[in-house]
């Protein structure tokens, strides 16, 4: 796991925003995502792991990340990159409840990004 706010970010101008972080040369699929108060991701999964790197902003609210019996405590403006194989849950604030970014990168663009 790496704990980042957005102003610790590299100044990349070229490739995506997160090179150096996380490998992959295209940032190749996520989505912005609105929880609703208390809401966990994956709650029917016990475990839940990926082979890349998953990489959450906060965009506002504030959430924490229960990660291999660790919990992480996010506000807005924190940058939470999930390392490949970390068990990891995402849980809205009752109180305030996040919305955030996630994505992954990998070596080819997204299916949306290729001419036909």
């Known amino acids: 796991m ?36 208390g809401f966990v991701t994956h709650a029917e999964e016990a475990n839940h792991i990926h082979d890349d790197a998953e990489v959450f902003i906060l965009l506002q609210g504030k959430a924490r990340m229960e990660m291999d019996g660790e919990t992480v405590d996010l506000v807005t403006g924190d940058v939470l990159i999930v390392e490949p194989g970390e068990n990891h849950h995402l849980i809205a604030d009752e109180a305030d409840p996040c919305i955030n970014l996630w994505l992954h990168a990998g070596p080819e663009r997204n299916p949306a990004q290729i001419k036909f």
């Open 2 to 37: 790496i704990k980042l706010r957005l102003n610790q970010l590299p100044d990349n101008r070229e490739g995506h925003f997160l090179s150096g972080l996380i490998p992959g040369r295209y940032i190749n699929k996520g989505t912005m995502s609105y929880k609703a108060p």
